[in-house]
């Protein structure tokens, strides 16, 4: 062990070569989900090599993996830092109907709007931190409530305006080609449209790794998720640090909702359910411990390209597309026993 | 080293704290010197964790008097007390397991570099001067990025010693720092509480083993139901006194008889 034997100054080097680049990479957390990326890749372009393989398939479920990648590197964040957010999937409705609503009934230019909508989503994910703070409700209770609330608001304000659940035609309004440019169109590479969300997606998760590997704010994270009372023993600022978390994934949220009403042209108030659970099943598949204090964003953005290659290439090899499901709740099962048996091989290597 | 030699670096005066109608605390006093080691002592219940956790800013004080270096001072917050001087690690909320020991020493205080929005944590400079301040206690660390879980107690418990002398403790408060610990572990431990004396630091050091009290201790103050029983130096008190009073010996000199009893009776039916 490390005890005082520090008169020999040569023993340090010695068993530093002892753990070698194996271990190294046997301890990251996105081990599990770069394997698991590469068998279903290859699974898929094995059944179905014709239309998976080609830019388009590639294009296609890049931009599926991106709107659940967006969800997944936030919750990521969220998670390391010890919490739940299950109301992103409603958020996103929120923000796509406030965006069409603005726009459609008080003529607000579009990109106005979807402003609006960023505050109001951002409110949502203050209110929810801050209930987190000071109820010290597991986040898990605090959200389902507001997945619930934030849903039936979205529903009954769009209904109670507007008289329906759907707002169409938003690419006839002002503001919208600004819109577009920002956030729905694509990006030629070789002949074939790549969406500009596969960009938002790589930029926000090239960020969230940064601040949370290179930033104090990234190790508060880390030290909030793995033991709160400590980090707050050592001036950690664990409130504003928890709600800022919750505000980013209601940022995400409102992201992939203006994504989605730039590249569908409407606002659905149904839009994002079910969302929340998959962009945290991406990112457990992540190597995200659910208890927090361990994970990393690069591996939510592996457990998205999971789902996206998976959910588009099933559509390539003329599967049934209600298959879906099954595979994701097994994958979800499959990735927590894989990464808890790389986790607990990773700490006996060391010791 | 005497309570003569200049003021006391930390000080409480009647120190009283009620938690609704319970009294946690009643009337306690006591004072720490640069270069000296204040042994608190006391069973579970006695007020001991009251008594730190006030100390270290995480209750207010009912009544009385807290000075630090002569001032009279009330914290808000244990950062407040850190900003002080008072650094205070607790027995099981001293590091975070699954992070690496570079990044528990300097949590909520990382070294940066950089500019502007690019300023970023200097994992660099936080791993070199982790493992030489480690190595300044006689700690000889593998690989800063190993993950503190790894370690073993004592040695997780002299990581946040460092990590407290670096940021600049004066007043130094161990909650426990050598209970559920092996022999030689807590010889570990001892000795850096001993070397942060000599560096001149006040350790208010909580423990119920007096025989660990005895090895380091210049001051001893026991604590029961809430009140102080005295404050006794090396030399007011033997350590036969000592371990008697900590052990609760009364009444394992009762439980022990009891026994006998017990047994003699059991023998005779």
């Known amino acids: ?351 | 080293m005497s309570d003569n030699g200049g003021a006391p670096l930390l000080e409480v005066e009647h120190l009283t704290k009620y938690f609704g109608s319970v009294i946690a605390l009643r009337d306690v006093s006591l004072r720490v010197y640069p270069g000296q080691v204040l042994c608190l002592l006391g069973d579970n219940g006695a007020g001991k964790s009251t008594l730190i956790k006030t100390l270290s800013g995480v209750h207010k004080p009912s009544e009385g008097e807290y000075r630090v270096e002569g001032n009279s001072v009330e914290f808000e917050s244990p950062r407040d007390a850190l900003d002080r001087g008072i650094a205070t690690v607790y027995q099981d909320l001293a590091m975070i397991p699954l992070m690496s020991i570079a990044r528990n020493f300097f949590l909520g205080s990382e070294p940066t570099r950089g500019w502007g929005p690019f300023r970023r944590f200097d994992i660099k400079q936080a791993s070199e001067l982790a493992r030489s301040e480690m190595a300044k206690m006689g700690i000889d660390i593998r690989d800063p990025a190993q993950p503190v879980g790894t370690l073993s107690g004592g040695e997780r418990q002299s990581v946040a010693i460092a990590r407290a002398v670096y940021f600049g403790a004066k007043v130094l408060i161990l909650d426990e720092p050598t209970a559920a610990l092996g022999v030689k572990q807590a010889g570990t431990v001892l000795r850096y509480i001993h070397q942060s004396r000599e560096a001149g630091i006040a350790v208010i050091f909580i423990t119920h083993n007096p025989h660990h009290a005895w090895a380091v201790g210049d001051r001893f103050t026991i604590l029961k139901r809430g009140r102080s029983l005295g404050y006794f130096g090396k030399t007011d008190i033997t350590r036969e006194e000592v371990v008697h009073m900590m052990s609760g010996a009364e009444e394992l000199d009762a439980l022990s008889h009891e026994l006998d009893m017990i047994s003699t009776a059991g023998r005779q039916s």
């Open chain 1, 1 to 351: 062990m490390l005890v005082a034997e520090s008169l020999m100054p040569t023993a340090s080097d010695e068993r530093m070569a002892s753990s070698g680049l194996l271990k190294k990479v046997l301890t990251r957390p996105e081990l599990g989900a770069l394997s698991g990326a590469i068998l279903v890749w290859v699974f898929f372009a094995v059944l179905a090599p014709g239309g998976f393989l080609s830019l388009r398939g590639t294009a296609s479920y890049l931009e599926v993996s991106s709107h659940l990648g967006l969800m997944a590197v936030a919750v990521a964040l969220l998670m390391i830092g010890g919490e739940f957010d299950l109301s992103i999937g409603s958020l996103l409705g929120l923000s796509g109907a406030i965006t069409a609503i603005l726009a459609t009934q008080f003529g607000l230019p579009l990109y106005v709007s979807a402003l609006v909508a960023l505050i109001a989503a951002l409110l949502v994910g203050f209110v929810n931190g801050w209930l987190v703070v000071r109820t010290r409700l597991p986040s898990f209770i605090i959200t389902l409530g507001s997945l619930f609330i934030v849903r039936g608001l979205t529903i009954g304000i769009t209904r109670t305006i507007t008289g329906r659940t759907q707002i169409g035609g938003l690419d006839d309004l002002p503001g919208y080609g600004f819109l577009f440019g920002l956030f729905g169109r694509d990006i030629p590479i070789a002949g074939v449209g790549f969406p500009i969300s596969i960009l938002w997606w790589f930029v926000f998760a090239a960020v969230a790794t940064w601040v949370l590997l290179r930033t104090k704010v990234g190790n508060w994270i880390f030290g909030l998720g793995g033991a709160e009372e400590a980090a707050r023993n050592v001036g950690v600022p664990v409130e504003r640090l928890k709600i800022g978390l919750f505000m980013t994934t209601a940022f995400a949220a409102w992201l992939v909702a203006t994504i989605q009403v730039a590249v569908v042209k409407s606002a659905d108030t149904l839009r994002g359910e079910q969302q929340e659970f998959v962009a945290i099943i991406a990112a457990v598949i992540g190597g995200n411990l659910l208890t927090g204090g361990y994970g990393s964003a690069i591996g939510a953005v592996l457990g998205a390209l999971i789902f996206g290659i998976v959910r588009q290439g099933i559509v390539f090899a003329g599967v049934d597309a209600d298959w879906f499901n099954v595979f994701l709740g097994a994958m979800l099962i499959v990735a927590v026993l894989v990464n808890n048996a790389i986790r607990t091989a990773a700490e006996r290597a060391r010791n």
